[in-house]
């Protein structure tokens, strides 16, 4: 428990939590939306420090960018910027969360448990093409990547497809050694460590999601 939060419990204030942490990731899920590009936005604040003055927060809001691994830098496409000063941070984040709720009533703040499986479908939007160019070289990997799709399967089965998909690229990496499976393996390593990290997602964002 940090020191926000005792202050909050010893004061008995009932207001949401509002962290304000040098480095916020989390994602929202549309599951209305059935085109996967469409289906997931991802949202990054970052605090900017200045010497003598209070900090400013950087806040981005971002869309999954199809067939873009060949360029990182185009991992995530750009919907919103914004710079909010530390005094307005609590007001903005709260008016954000309940302003995504009235775009979409059924958008979802994935938690940490899910983000694998969230991350998964944003994988496999930037290597789309990449998976169309192994087919001929794995065509039953393409049937178990579609596999993992299944939204009507359960969380674990659902997870421990994608595990076997991951496996596959391994696999395939070590006995082929193509340009392709190395791509998929370094791929799929990269977003765990940048959008899946304990440190930085932001569960707390998804707690204040299910108070508004």
């Not at 190395?182 to 940048?194: A, D, N, R």
Request: aromatic fraction near 14%.
């Amino acid at each position: 428990m940090d020191l926000q939060e005792e202050y909050y419990l010893r004061n008995k204030v009932e207001k949401p939590l509002v962290r304000f942490c040098p480095q916020t990731f989390v994602i929202l899920e549309h599951p209305s939306r059935i085109q996967l590009e469409k289906r997931y936005e991802l949202f990054s604040s970052s605090l900017v420090n200045k010497e003598g003055v209070p900090g400013t927060f950087e806040v981005r809001t971002y869309y999954p960018t199809r067939n873009n691994y060949k360029d990182a830098s185009r991992r995530l496409t750009a919907m919103s910027d914004n710079k909010v000063t530390w005094e307005d941070y609590e007001d903005w984040v709260l008016n954000w969360v309940q302003g995504c709720r009235i775009v979409d009533p059924q958008v979802r703040f994935v938690s940490f448990e899910d983000v694998k499986l969230a991350l998964w479908d944003i994988f496999l939007v930037s290597h789309d093409s990449l998976f169309g160019e192994i087919q001929t070289i794995a065509f039953r990997l393409i049937e178990e990547t579609v596999a993992t799709l299944d939204y009507k399967l359960d969380k674990l089965e659902r997870m421990q497809k994608i595990e076997k998909v991951i496996q596959a690229f391994n696999h395939y990496q070590s006995r082929i050694g193509t340009s392709q499976f190395k791509v998929l393996v370094s791929g799929w390593q990269t977003y765990l460590s940048q959008y899946a990290h304990p440190g930085t997602y932001g569960n707390w964002l998804v707690n204040l999601s299910l108070m508004s």
